[in-house]
């Protein structure tokens, strides 16, 4: 299905299409670098892009079997949207920011942490969950011929960069295509998310993603 979001077209669905993130006439300017930019949601994408669009052509990439409630997922893609929306719209002369939205495959992500069911947030299972959004956007990125890829979740606090750094720097050596090395959360990255998702009206959720967070969230308020 394609939808339109401001002055870019946006696709949605499994088909590989995707918007550059260049402006009309771009090739007039000199070539940005492209990079695809793997988005774990709205909220965190909000300071990622502000940071990045002035100097790299991008493409946010919604991809994350992780959020294994299908409204949850839906609700997340329709923030990110959002977000891109009113950014593109308010930047229209200056840059935008492209999107492409990967297949919903929860269950490619249940079979890898199933027996990691009980591992607190920050364990190994989610540095398999980290590992499946980060290798299948480096996939993407080598697919589509983009120059970086990297990712939005280094903007959470709870999100231990070295452990994403080192797995972007393997998928580089994979891939052939370069890690954007860039910790989001650094230069109150989280802090400026949290104003620009107040800015902007954005869904802001309490949990990081998969059920096992989820319920965890609510026996920490119910303790
Ligand atoms: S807590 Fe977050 S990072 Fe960890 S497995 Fe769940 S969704 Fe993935």
């Known amino acids: 299905m394609e939808k339109t979001a401001g002055c870019m077209p946006v696709i949605i669905g499994d088909d590989i299409s995707v918007t550059s993130g260049e402006l009309p ?15 774990c949601c709205g909220p965190c994408s909000t300071s990622c892009v502000e940071r990045t669009a002035p100097d790299y052509a991008l493409t946010l ?13 839906y609700l997340r893609r329709d ?15 200056m840059y935008t920011a492209g999107y492409l939205e990967g297949a919903y495959e929860p269950e490619r ?31 993407k990125a080598k697919e589509l011929g983009m ?54 009206g954005l869904y802001r959720q309490n949990f990081c993603g998969c059920d096992f967070a989820r319920y965890a969230a609510v026996k920490r308020k119910r303790d």
Not at 25 to 39: D, E, F, I, N, Q
Not at 61 to 73: H, L, S
Request: proline share 5%; charged share 30%.
């Open 61 to 73: 990439y919604y991809y994350n079997p992780n959020i294994t409630d299908r409204e949850e997922y």
């Open 147 to 200: 120059d970086y890829f990297t990712t939005t979740m280094s903007v959470s606090p709870h999100k231990n960069y070295e452990k994403i750094r080192t797995l972007g720097l393997e998928l580089e050596e994979e891939t052939g295509v370069k890690f954007l090395d860039i910790d989001f959360k650094k230069k109150n990255g989280f802090g400026r998310s949290v104003e620009l998702s107040k800015k902007y």
């Open 79 to 93: 923030t990110l949207l959002q977000f891109l929306e009113a950014f593109n719209e308010e930047h229209k002369d």
């Open 109 to 139: 992500y249940i079979d890898k942490v199933m027996p990691l069911a009980d591992e607190p947030e920050g364990g190994r299972r989610c540095d398999i969950c980290f590992a499946l959004r980060l290798a299948e956007t480096a996939r």
């Open 25 to 39: 006439g771009a090739a007039l300017l000199p070539k940005k670098p492209s990079v695809l930019m793997h988005a």
